[in-house]
Structure formats: structure tokens, C-alpha cells
RNA sequence: UGCUCCAUAGUUCAACUGGCAGAACGCGCGGCUGUUAACCGCGAAGUUGUAGGUUCAAAUCCUACUGGGGCAGCCA
């Protein structure tokens, strides 16, 4: 039977008949015989592979061997006589499935910058680098379901064809089936999408949040993980085009619950990661971001410092530092303020509350008895070093009459939102959600500085050859 | 989208102020009794991103285009 390496390299111990499967990273030939190193995807380190002239073929299946090869072994599992390694396979017998010619094989032993990985992302993923950054951001999906399935979250399909255009949250990607090279035209020479597929034109969906606040109107507690899509032309190594979003929602919840849940949620990440999968973090900290193993102790161990917008102002204001940007209430906090409270004042993530509602989303839940020109939300933006906002969510307005000014003063159309308004109208609760980038987690998580280093196809302007 | 930097061997980079295009790694061949992204020797490998221009002479200076990096905006 076929054995996964990790396994093989966890138990440590000699063995009878082993086989294992995977791709060739190295050779190392000698006079006598001949060393590879195998690797499976199962773990960073390989396994190494003791070949010697009695195998069957022995020249000819060396000949084949190079880096990128595909092979089958099987021998003993022995207690290694050097240094570097526990154990090794001394092989009785060798497969080799595919060759990979050593004169066109684009990868080479040795690192290749991440920018040429991307030109070849249908082989960048047989990399140290790039197998650990998929491995944890595997664990980190799997620890995002454990999290919330042990708190009796439902997880909820969200749809990814969306007609609903309202939500504010950026440019975004038309879906049609009508014909390009013959669109129909309205009498006002503008697109006629009622003879579209959906009667109506249709979007790939932004968020997942107004429809998770629909379900937790009836589950109390409710989580979307999945795809989200931006048109924005943004060149940065911050976005996408295309990533995956977490969204929990809860009835009965206001911004502190809120809080609680997103703090306690990040530090279940990095708890479960760390478990499962020390070697490649100790690998990102060696190698990528030597303080990626600090910081994951970071957030597990302290508490997140929470202050309102009002105080993070006063604070910039005070800062010894000249800002880019300028700095006064009312005024968005910049890339370059929300980097200096995280990676300067606080050195870990805070989260900072009660935004200015002339700067955040209609939905978001208006705080009471504030004079006209000092109105704010109940929103929350949890801030990390070097990645900046990674948590963005709020206590949802729960309210009928005040919903509704918001969406009309945002210039929103109200009558589109009418399902969204009845769930003020029928049986409305407090409830609280947020909203986290699934490919700035793993870049926090792993130092990662390009989020297309983060996810195996990634798309963004320009970009969508894989 | 704006600002800025960059594009030279398969890869990562050199080439001073315009004057014969180089190194390392990788690859090939040879050597090596246990290697560790091995080591030692030899070798092949280039229309300097594309199109124009200036010049006796352009990788180097100018223009446009294409692609990429960083920062910013938009945001997650």
C-alpha cells in the first residue's frame, strides 16, 4: 500500500515494504549509487530515496530521473547512517511515470523569484515555498468551519450570481448571455438587459452579507465562506479581483459580541494553524518573515487593544510623526495611519469602533443621542501589522425608519432593497456580523507580502491565464 | 487609475560617465565510497521586452508601446 510521506517522517521508524508516490525535487548522484529526494505535497521536507546499481534498469531509470520527475518507490524504510534525516528509503524497486526534461523544465533546485512563479503557476504549486503557503491556507479553511461549526453556525451558500447592485461595495463583473456582437438596445439606446437571462441585469456577487443577514433572521447564527468578485482596477498586493470571503452573522448580537467573535475567531486560526502545521510556519518564519511565529503568539496570547475612532484621531494627532495624509475627526483613516497605531503604537492588531456614518455603509447601525455634525456607527475595523484592515464588520441597523433614511441618503433605491427592509418589518433584532478576507488571513499568517502568492489561480487585472 | 522603479543566458543578477555582453545557479559531459537545494573540473547557452529615433558607436541616451514590481486610491 502507498504511504504519504508525512506519515512516514511523523512515525520515524523503520519499515518493511513501503511505497510512496510523489515528484522528484533533487539528485544527487555518486559513483556507487544515487540519492533523490521525494516529494508528495504532504509535507515540506521530503522523503529521501537511497537508489544502488542492483535495481532493475539501474542506468536507465537514473537517466530518467531529474527534477520534476514523477516515480513510484518502493523498499525498507532504515534507519539513516548521516546526517539530515532520520530515516530513508532504500528502494528494491522504482517507477518511473513521467520524465521531466531537465533542458525545458522551468523549475530549477534552487529559488526562483515569486514574480516568475506566477508565469508558471500550473508548476508553482511543486514548490517549498508555494506548498506551504497551500497547506496552510488548507488548514486555515479548515480551522474557519471548525470555528463556527463548534459554535453552531450554519454555513450558508450565499449566491454568486447576484442582481442586487445596492450594497456600495465597489465595481462589478456583469454577467450576461446575451449576445455580444448584437446586444439589444432600449428605445433610450442604453443595453436592454429585461431580454437577458434573468430579465434583468445580473452581477458576480461583492458580498455575501445582506443575504447571511436574511438567513440569520431565521438561524441566529449564520457564516458564508466563499467566492466574492471586484472589478476595481486595483493593482496592489493587497487585492483581487477574485477572492474568498467569511462573513458570520448573528441575531441577537450587537458590536461587542461582535468583537468577541471576531477576536476569539482569529485567535482559533492561529491556534489551529500552529497545530497543524508547524513545519511550514517555521519554514515562512525562516525564510519569508521572521516574525510570522511571533506574531501568531502574538494574537493567541494578548488581547486586542479596542479604542473608538474618536480616540484613534487623538491619538494620530499626537503622533510624532508627520503623515501623508491629513488627520482630523471626519476625515477616513489612511493606509498609512491604520499601519501606524498597528505596527507602531499598539504592535499587534486593536480594533478601532464607532466610525463617522458619513464614511461607512447605509446599514450600519447608528449610534443615539449624538449631535448632528458628530454622528457615528457601530462599525469595527480590526487592523493588523503590514496587511492594515483585515476585519471590516458592524452592528447592523435594525431599525425601519432609520434604514431607510440611510439607504436614501446614500442615494440608494429604496424600493429595490424592499426585502431587505421587511426584515425590519417582521420580527427585526439587534444583530452584528462581519466581513474577512480569507486571502489577507493567509498572508498575515504566513508573511506572504503579494496576496497572488496566497491563492493558486489568482486574479486581478490582466491576469487570468491559469 | 495615479506616482515611481524595472525589463540583459533557462533562473537570479553584473556590465563605472555611450566604447569587445560577464558571473553564479541551473543544464550537459567527466570525476568523487553517504550526499543534504552536495562537492571538484570542463562545456554549451544572448537579435540586451517590442517598435522607432539620436550617434562614428546604444544594454546604456530619447519617444511610444507591452509586461512586471513597489507605494497610493478603491476595499477585504
Same mark, same amino acid.
Given at each position: 500500500m502507498t504511504s504519504r510521506i508525512i506519515d512516514l517522517l511523523r512515525v520515524g521508524q523503520p519499515a518493511q515494504n513501503v511505497t510512496v508516490q510523489g515528484w522528484v525535487r533533487t539528485k544527487r548522484e555518486q559513483k556507487e549509487f544515487c540519492f533523490i529526494e521525494v516529494n508528495d505535497g504532504s509535507s515540506l521536507v521530503g522523503l529521501q530515496a537511497i537508489l544502488?546499481?542492483? !535495481?532493475?534498469?539501474?542506468?536507465?531509470?537514473?537517466?530518467?530521473?531529474?527534477?520534476?520527475?514523477?516515480?513510484?518507490i518502493s523498499g525498507s524504510l532504515v534507519e539513516s547512517p548521516a546526517k539530515g534525516q532520520r530515516i530513508e528509503l532504500q528502494a528494491s524497486q522504482i517507477t518511473v511515470y513521467g520524465e521531466a526534461n531537465p533542458e525545458t523544465y522551468p523549475l530549477q533546485k534552487k529559488r526562483h523569484s515569486f514574480e516568475f512563479l506566477r508565469e508558471i503557476a500550473h508548476l508553482r504549486a511543486r514548490t517549498n515555498t508555494m506548498g506551504a503557503v497551500f497547506r496552510v491556507? %488548507?488548514?486555515?479553511? %479548515?480551522?474557519? =468551519?471548525?470555528? +463556527?461549526?463548534?459554535?453552531?453556525?450554519?454555513?450558508? =451558500?450565499?449566491?454568486?450570481?447576484?442582481?442586487n447592485d445596492c450594497e456600495g461595495a465597489g465595481e462589478l463583473f456583469t454577467v450576461t448571455?446575451?449576445?455580444?456582437?448584437?446586444?439589444? @438596445?432600449?428605445?433610450?439606446?442604453?443595453?436592454?438587459?429585461s431580454q437577458d437571462f434573468f430579465g434583468r441585469r445580473a452581477f458576480l456577487t461583492v458580498s455575501g452579507q445582506l443575504e447571511a443577514e436574511i438567513m440569520a433572521m431565521a438561524f441566529t447564527n449564520v457564516y458564508t465562506f466563499g467566492p466574492t468578485f471586484r472589478a476595481e482596477n486595483s493593482n496592489t498586493s493587497r487585492h483581487l479581483a477574485e477572492f474568498w470571503m467569511i462573513e458570520p452573522e448573528m441575531a441577537f448580537c450587537n458590536l461587542d459580541g461582535n468583537m468577541d467573535l471576531a477576536e476569539a475567531f482569529l485567535k482559533h486560526i492561529f491556534k489551529s494553524v500552529l497545530?497543524?502545521?508547524?513545519?511550514?510556519?517555521? +519554514?515562512?518564519?525562516?525564510?519569508?518573515?521572521?516574525?510570522?511565529?511571533?506574531?501568531?503568539? %502574538?494574537?493567541?496570547?494578548?488581547?486586542?487593544? /479596542?479604542?473608538?475612532?474618536?480616540?484613534?484621531?487623538? &491619538?494620530?494627532?499626537?503622533?510624532?510623526? @508627520?503623515?501623508?495624509?491629513?488627520?482630523?475627526?471626519? !476625515?477616513?483613516?489612511?493606509?498609512? =495611519?491604520?499601519?501606524?497605531?498597528?505596527?507602531?503604537?499598539?504592535?499587534?492588531?486593536?480594533?478601532?469602533?464607532?466610525?463617522p456614518s458619513a464614511i461607512k455603509a447605509f446599514y450600519m447601525r447608528q449610534n443615539d443621542g449624538e449631535p448632528d455634525d458628530r454622528k457615528t456607527v457601530r462599525a469595527m475595523d480590526i487592523?493588523?501589522?503590514?496587511?492594515?484592515?483585515?476585519?471590516?464588520?458592524?452592528?447592523?441597523?435594525? /431599525?425601519?425608519?432609520?434604514?431607510?433614511?440611510?439607504?436614501?441618503?446614500?442615494? &440608494?433605491?429604496?424600493e429595490e432593497l424592499w426585502w431587505y427592509l421587511d426584515l425590519? /418589518?417582521?420580527?427585526?433584532?439587534?444583530?452584528?456580523?462581519?466581513?474577512?478576507?480569507?486571502?489577507?488571513?493567509?498572508? +498575515?499568517?504566513?508573511?506572504?507580502?503579494?496576496?497572488?502568492?496566497?491563492?493558486?489561480?489568482?486574479?486581478?487585472?490582466? %491576469?487570468?491565464?491559469?
Open positions: 544502488s546499481p542492483d !535495481l532493475p534498469d539501474y542506468a536507465n531509470q537514473i537517466k530518467r530521473l531529474s527534477t520534476g520527475a514523477s516515480v513510484e491556507r %488548507n488548514a486555515c479553511a %479548515n480551522a474557519v =468551519h471548525q470555528f +463556527f461549526q463548534d459554535r453552531g453556525f450554519l454555513w450558508m =451558500h450565499t449566491p454568486i450570481i447576484s442582481a448571455g446575451l449576445d455580444l456582437k448584437n446586444i439589444p @438596445k432600449t428605445a433610450a439606446a442604453e443595453i436592454d438587459y497545530e497543524a502545521c508547524p513545519e511550514d510556519l517555521e +519554514f515562512f518564519n525562516q525564510r519569508i518573515d521572521n516574525t510570522v511565529l511571533a506574531t501568531a503568539e %502574538n494574537i493567541i496570547s494578548s488581547d486586542f487593544p /479596542r479604542i473608538t475612532y474618536t480616540e484613534a484621531v487623538s &491619538l494620530l494627532e499626537k503622533a510624532d510623526r @508627520k503623515f501623508e495624509f491629513p488627520v482630523a475627526w471626519g !476625515l477616513d483613516l489612511q493606509s498609512e =495611519h491604520e499601519r501606524y497605531l498597528a505596527e507602531e503604537l499598539f504592535k499587534k492588531p486593536l480594533i478601532v469602533t464607532d466610525y487592523l493588523a501589522p503590514k496587511i492594515g484592515e483585515i476585519v471590516g464588520g458592524s452592528q447592523r441597523e435594525e /431599525r425601519l425608519e432609520p434604514l431607510e433614511q440611510r439607504i436614501q441618503q446614500a442615494g &440608494l433605491p429604496v425590519r /418589518r417582521y420580527g427585526t433584532v439587534p444583530h452584528a456580523g462581519f466581513g474577512l478576507g480569507f486571502e489577507r488571513l493567509v498572508q +498575515f499568517m504566513t508573511g506572504m507580502t503579494n496576496i497572488r502568492d496566497v491563492i493558486p489561480f489568482p486574479r486581478s487585472p490582466l %491576469n487570468a491565464e491559469f
